[in-house]
């Protein structure tokens, strides 16, 4: 089947539509693809059976010319931290490897009711505890863009195996979940979009978490248009989760392309973001498009952000305090890894946790108790929400003078798994969330589009961050960006 004809949901729908294809051929073209790309190792699960149903039911609403949605018979994926009800959910760890839910997280089952389709669950950092998709039980996952058997790059994380799943077309959009660019990080490092919404646009239940005050489900496409179909269908209030918004959700409806303008947009240039360790093609990237966007109208200044150099310290603070109180309920008692059953609880739970957690997960659960400890609480978790809040009132003050943000997403191109293996989690972490933690923190929306492809043939992607709610004006900032730039897919 011609790549091109299927290279966004809107090709795929038309096709549809016209009875060209259906949602059969469509979903084993991907699942071909999925076979042919194993590895990459972008899937922990291919739901074939599961798959198969859902596009058996989809072609009869099209036989019926009942299509629900714009999405019916769209192939997609899920990172494997959304519970999947009779699917596998592993978290890509060793304590929920054989853990099957009994209950689909919402945004699946709003993806299902709008007749998507599944092609599978991808890989992850364990517990999404990563930023590399190196942590995984099932291996690491490998970035399409440069790879040979022997030597290859990172995807990125934690939502690694989504990213590549959508760069090599193994499925039209995929799930990944953001806590501290989880989501826009691989798809910097994968030339795919990146979406993270404001906290609380998207429910949350369902997704297995990993710090409650900063997790969002994202999104993983190849076009912007995709992406906005892909929230218009998973965003609104849920009565079943306590942290979503309230408020109506309005469907997004971006300009055609034509009508398209940046003219007296105000857009701020962080300088805090142009740190010691930015490359140079990247910082080059970031201001050729300042400049781009400045000569078609766009009102472009420099602001201070004065905090952000504090920022991945207070994330990984609270990071690791959160991890700490919601990896207590992996206990080898109610669900998960059991490891001893013949032991007393005491070490039952020791023995269980030990096994079933990696390194990487105990030391933030370590960690994170000593800073929670009586005598550390002030000193640590307390300061560092104070210092939160400043990072939250530096995106308040931003506001003021402009009205999006462009920053890189990461600080260069997919580094070499060799390379990255060299450094700890903690490193790892602090280099390359530096720009995209941030977001978290405020809880405000950002999205990670490809730009262009570096000397050595690697995608350098830049961030779009806005007020929250501010979700129509920062699509539509990164689609003007991608009509311009004309960012080429992996071939």
Known sequence: MDKLLLSNIRNARKLLHENYITPKDLLNSCLTQAKDTNHLNAYITLTEDEGNKQAKQSLERYQKK??????????????????????????????LENFVPTYNATVYEKLLNAGAVLVGKTNL?????????IDS???????????????????GGSSGGSAVAVATGSCFAALGSDTGGSTRNPASYCGVVGLKPTYGLVSRLGLIPLVNSMDVPGILTRTVDDCVLILNTIAGHDPKDSTTLTKPYKEILLPSSGKLSVKGLKIGI????????????????????????????????????????????????????????????????????????????????????????????RNRILTGNYFLLTKNYEKYFNQALKVRRLISNDFYKAWEDVQVLLTPTTLSTAPKYKDFVKKTNRDQCAMQDFCTQPANMAGVPAISIPIKLSKKGLPISLQIMGRNLSEPMILALAKYIENIVKFPGVK
């Open 66 to 95: 009942e299509a629900t949605s714009k999405l019916d018979g769209i192939p997609i994926a899920i990172k494997d931290n959304f519970c999947t009800a009779n699917i596998k959910t592993t978290c890509a760890s060793k304590m």
């Open 137 to 155: 039980i099932y291996d690491s996952t490998k970035n399409a863009w440069g790879y040979t058997e022997d030597d290859y790059y990172i995807a």
């Open 125 to 133: 950092d364990q517990f999404a505890m990563g930023s590399g998709t």
């Open 270 to 361: 962080p300088k805090e973001y142009h740190c010691k360790n930015l490359d140079k093609e990247v910082l080059d990237t970031w201001n050729d498009v300042a400049k781009l966007l400045d000569e078609n109208g766009a009102v472009v200044k420099e602001i201070s952000m004065v905090n952000t150099e504090h920022s991945i310290v207070c994330y990984s603070i609270l990071n690791q305090c959160e991890v700490a109180s919601n990896m207590a309920r992996y206990d080898g008692i109610e669900f998960g890894l059991r490891a001893d059953e013949n032991s007393s609880t005491e070490k039952l739970y020791a023995t269980s946790r030990s096994h079933g957690f990696n390194e990487v997960v």
